[in-house]
């Protein structure tokens, strides 16, 4: 039987339920006016009366709730045969996280039958289990006098290899709604760290309101309406943000669900460069650029802290599987002045990477930078240093370009302060590029006292971009700088 079809049975049923009820109590109605317009009643005739009025209403309720009963009873195996034998079977939806859960309930006139994920991520894993435990517990106490229905199933995706979406969708039937009431929600979480997501920290707060704005003109809401659960099921997507409204919520009169799609580009504003600006050299004056990799780390707030109480700036180049550890330390940055390039997500040897890999790696963590401080990264320190043709090839098509350094204290190595003092001071030179790493807490102890003293010699600290434009003029894709003049 097709869908339409049994919700015209439904409402058939539902349309002749009304009309006994109607004709009931129209005879009922007409027989208590003639019985009042009869001069002979007595108490005892209206006591009789009451009781035959009292066991007829009692024996079409009976009657009414027993055929109700029957028809949602008949149909709950047809529901569930059409249900899991659907168009989107479970065998041909996307399951892309987990392993199936199945909860089958049949207790006093309620049958549920829900299939939930369960995988590695704790924190998503209990979200989901929470939400389809309430559900089910919410529609079982909805109408405890009739049969009802609930079936929800659910597709989960991977977006980026970055973020997993979990969507649920079912309906709940009951005899006393007709069609019946759609179920919908969603549940986003970083696939690095399981952290759940939540829009409000996804989302910078302008991009939050022209999200509203744009659900509002692209569906004629009224603007009355909107609540603190308007972008509650949201999803991530490969080119923007989905919202999905219950429409008997939001669109009085409605049933369904209604999905908004608001593309990044629209929600963001046009992301601004770091490093453009040309500096002045006083006549005389040195310029060296300090930079950091591998963090942000535990030691990078004590490194900033160093850096300005000096009034110095530097530059970090960031591991993008780094950020979510210490995620305001890079709006810090460039409020005090730094610049922010890449270090790749998971600092492998770039040369052995496919094209598609290595722009995976440089991509992920531009995105990542420029969602938390609104600026595009176009500046990469391939990992190890390493780079081919190729290399440069796929980052000139991306728009990046490359940096090196011709100034290695090998901090990595030795992790002693004194030694990593003594190697920078015993090689620097205008116009150097310095290579540390923000991890080592000797590095930042280092920093200490080498910052002054190279203050003491004259020395000015610049950002990279800052230093290959003053010997460059401007900075190509593709190609690798190693120090203020020289590039490959």
Not at 4 to 20: A, P, V
Not at 166 to 185: C, H, K, W
Not at 253 to 265: A, E, N, Q, R
Not at 419 to 424: G, K, R, S
Request: net charge neutral; aromatic share 10%; proline share 3%.
């Amino acid at each position: 039987m097709s869908k339409q079809r049994r919700i015209r049975k439904t409402k058939k049923l539902s349309f002749t339920l009304l009309i006994i009820t109607l004709l009931f109590l129209s005879c009922s109605c007409g027989y208590i006016s003639d019985k009042n317009n009869s001069a002979e009643n007595t108490q005892e005739l209206d006591e009789n009366i009451n009781k035959e009025d009292k066991l007829s209403l009692e024996l079409i309720l009976k009657v009414l709730s027993k055929t109700i009963q029957n028809e949602l009873t008949k149909n709950k195996e047809l529901k569930l045969s059409e249900f899991l034998n659907s168009d989107d079977n479970f065998e041909s939806m996307n399951r892309d996280y987990g392993f199936e859960e199945f909860i089958d309930v049949d207790f006093q006139g309620f049958t549920a039958y829900v299939v939930y994920p369960q995988g590695n991520l704790k924190e998503l894993d209990k979200a989901c289990k929470k939400w389809v435990d309430n559900t089910i517990k919410t529609y079982q106490n909805e109408i405890k006098t009739f049969s009802k229905l609930l079936l929800i199933k659910y597709n989960s995706h991977i977006v980026d290899n970055s973020y997993v979406v979990v969507e649920f969708n079912g309906e709940f039937y009951s005899s006393i709604f007709a069609p019946p009431i759609p179920i919908f929600a969603s549940f986003n979480a970083d696939l690095n760290t399981g952290k759940v997501l939540s829009i409000q920290t996804f989302l910078k707060p302008k991009e939050l309101n022209k999200l509203k704005e744009h659900i509002i003109k692209a569906t004629g809401l009224d603007e009355h309406l909107v609540d603190a659960e308007l972008l509650n099921n949201w999803e991530v997507s490969d080119g923007g943000i989905g919202v999905a409204l219950e429409k008997s919520k939001y669109f009085p009169g409605s049933l369904g669900v209604v999905k908004v799609f608001s593309s990044y580009d629209m929600l963001k504003e046009k992301n601004k460069r770091q490093g453009t600006r040309m500096i002045k050299l006083k006549k005389g004056e040195k310029v060296i650029a300090l930079t950091f990799d591998d963090g942000p780390g535990a030691h990078t707030p004590r490194l900033l802290d160093i850096l300005k109480n000096n009034n110095v700036r530097a530059t970090f180049f960031v591991l993008g599987c780094q950020i979510d550890t210490n995620p305001d330390l890079l709006p810090r940055m460039i409020e005090e002045g730094h610049e922010i390039g890449g270090h790749s997500w998971t600092h492998p040897v770039f040369n052995n990477l496919s094209d598609e890999a290595l722009t995976k790696e440089i991509m992920r963590t531009r995105e990542k930078i420029t969602s938390l401080t609104g600026f595009d990264v176009v500046s990469v320190r391939p990992p190890y240093g390493a780079y081919n043709s190729r290399v440069k090839a796929v980052g000139k098509s991306l728009g990046v370009h490359f940096v090196n350094w011709n100034v290695d204290p090998v901090d990595w190595k030795t992790r002693n302060a004194q030694m990593t003092y003594n190697a920078i001071m015993r090689n620097v030179d205008h116009g150097d590029i310095i290579l540390c790493h923000d991890t080592h807490c000797s590095t930042v102890d280092a920093m200490e006292t080498l910052i002054p003293r190279l203050l003491a010699e004259g020395y000015r600290f610049v950002t990279v971009s800052e230093l290959l434009m003053l010997g460059n003029g401007e900075i190509q894709p593709g190609e690798v700088y190693f120090s203020i003049d020289i590039k490959r």
